[in-house]
């Protein structure tokens, strides 16, 4: 069978069956027969799209840029919650990361926890969030890396017990922004210490223009934003074409 370019496949879970999405009529049917080959190669564009989409809206609709290239998404992300959002935003990231089987995620506090809470409970395991510096009720041996942080322009230590990422975990990273990637590249060492594997990082908002996505890209490392912006100005701002 061949696909037609203009068509574009998702599969409904539980039922083998195909869901084709037809844009030119904007409207979809069913089939039994598609190939199995094929869904691979167009089910995660088609589900990137319908991700990134949600969040391009809402950044436009409630994002602000700041001077010094900080966006502020206070209202609905990282100070203030829009808490239905937040459940699409974990139901995301699960549906993109589900055939990777993570058994952790891990992020850092404290903007990336709502993320990661709510992706895991989603997929039903357990966050794990790294420490900004080792405090009274993290004890024993730890795992610890120096991040430098772009929006308050410092360095801190992340910290996580040991006890909490074993050698046989597949973690996932979460975060609200990737931008230079420091946070994560000290993430990505910290599960390299405890022996285990980094099998993605979902991010809320890559901001490509800081380069921090394709490093870690360059490494094999699969990185899936819910929106990726490719530059932003104090008026506009321009959404990558993935």
Not at 107 to 112: K, V
Not at 133 to 140: E, L
């Amino acid at each position: 069978m061949f696909l037609p370019r203009r068509l574009v496949a998702a599969t409904i879970k539980n039922h083998k069956l195909s869901l084709i999405y037809v844009p030119e009529r904007d409207s979809f049917f069913f089939s039994k027969r598609f190939p199995r080959r094929l869904l691979k190669a167009v089910i995660i564009p088609f589900r990137k799209v319908l991700h990134m989409r949600a969040m391009e809206e809402k950044i436009r609709s409630e994002g602000t840029v700041l001077p010094g290239g900080i966006l502020k998404v206070g209202s609905f992300l990282n100070q203030q919650i829009d808490s239905v959002f937040l459940k699409e935003i974990g139901e995301e990231i699960s549906d993109l990361f589900a055939d990777e089987h993570p058994t952790k995620l891990l992020t850092i506090e404290s903007s990336g926890i709502a993320i990661a809470a709510a992706a895991g409970m989603i997929m039903d395991i357990p966050v794990v969030f790294a420490k900004k510096h080792k405090t009274s009720n993290v004890d024993g041996e730890i795992y610890s890396a120096e991040i430098h942080s772009f929006t308050h322009g410092n360095d801190y230590q992340a910290v996580v017990s040991r006890d909490y990422l074993l050698p046989d975990d597949r973690v996932l990273l979460i975060d609200d922004f990737l931008a230079s990637g420091n946070a994560l590249e000290g993430l990505v060492k910290i599960v390299s210490m405890a022996g285990a594997e980094v099998v993605g990082a979902a991010v809320a908002i890559e901001k490509k223009f800081q380069g921090g996505g394709d490093k870690l890209r360059s490494r094999g490392i699969r990185v899936e934003p819910l929106a990726c912006i490719d530059s932003m100005t104090d008026s506009d701002i321009t959404f990558c074409h993935l």
